[in-house]
């Protein structure tokens, strides 16, 4: 499967736990992008990377979430002291640099529960 | 920021009918508006896209319309079929797509055989 993809794909945590998401581009794709999604609604943005670098960060990241993205590969996600709003469908979505290259494709999604 | 509005929320057409969905953008500077597909469960699929140099763009029962005056743009599905039930989600963005999108809030369409 060459698609983007993400682990874990559900994930149920009691409030107050950290929790780790992954993220797998498609291989070529120098760009990626993490969404939030609640029921529905849209996909909102929160963070975006080209290769390593994290180059914008919504208002929605507080200081209790932070992405990596070390070798321009894989990106994580992490929540920290983890809250009941912050129960949603969390998406990564990957695209290729310059114009006619831009379309974002999605992952599959983590879903999150906390209780 | 980018503000995108969608409507309608619900629509249910008759299999064979045309289905229209709407949204409205508020910043001028966008000139990339992708449209995704999401079934039940699923991620969001790419449908089509327009850039803001164009002002119709279609794919087989597909089409969408750009109107950069009144800053909006239409999906158009023609002789819908039971496989196009799904929520759709319009976006738009600034630069060409190579920054985040900024979606609606989405329309579940239902085709009624």
């Known amino acids: 499967d060459t698609g983007v993809s993400q682990n874990p794909r559900h994930k149920i945590t009691k409030r107050g736990q950290n929790v780790t998401f992954r993220c797998d581009p498609i291989?070529?794709?120098?760009?990626l992008y993490w969404y939030r999604q609640t029921l529905g609604q849209g996909p909102e943005f929160l963070t975006y990377f080209q290769n390593e670098a994290q180059l914008e960060k919504s208002r929605l990241l507080s200081d209790r979430f932070s992405a990596e993205r070390p070798k321009g590969s894989f990106s994580t996600l992490e929540i920290q002291r983890t809250e009941q709003g912050d129960s949603a469908m969390y998406l990564c979505?990957?695209?290729?640099?310059?114009?006619?290259?831009?379309?974002?494709?999605f992952g599959p999604g983590t879903r999150l529960l906390v209780l | 920021g980018e503000n995108v509005e969608q409507h309608p929320s619900t629509l249910s057409v008759q299999e064979g009918d045309s289905a229209v969905i709407k949204c409205t953008y508020s910043?001028?500077?966008?000139?990339?508006f992708p449209w995704y597909k999401q079934e039940l469960g699923k991620r969001p699929q790419l449908i089509i896209d327009i850039r803001s140099n164009v002002g119709e763009k279609k794919d087989q029962r597909i089409a969408v319309t750009l109107n950069k005056t009144a800053k909006h743009f239409s999906l158009h599905i023609t002789e819908t079929q039971p496989e196009d039930s799904a929520v759709y989600f319009c976006?738009?963005?600034?630069?060409?797509?190579?920054?985040?999108?900024?979606f609606g809030t989405g329309t579940r369409l239902t085709i009624i055989p």
């Open positions: 910043d001028s500077a966008s000139n990339y």
């Open positions: 976006a738009a963005n600034p630069n060409f797509g190579n920054e985040k999108l900024t």
């Open positions: 291989s070529e794709h120098n760009r």
């Open positions: 979505a990957s695209s290729a640099a310059g114009r006619g290259q831009e379309t974002q494709y």
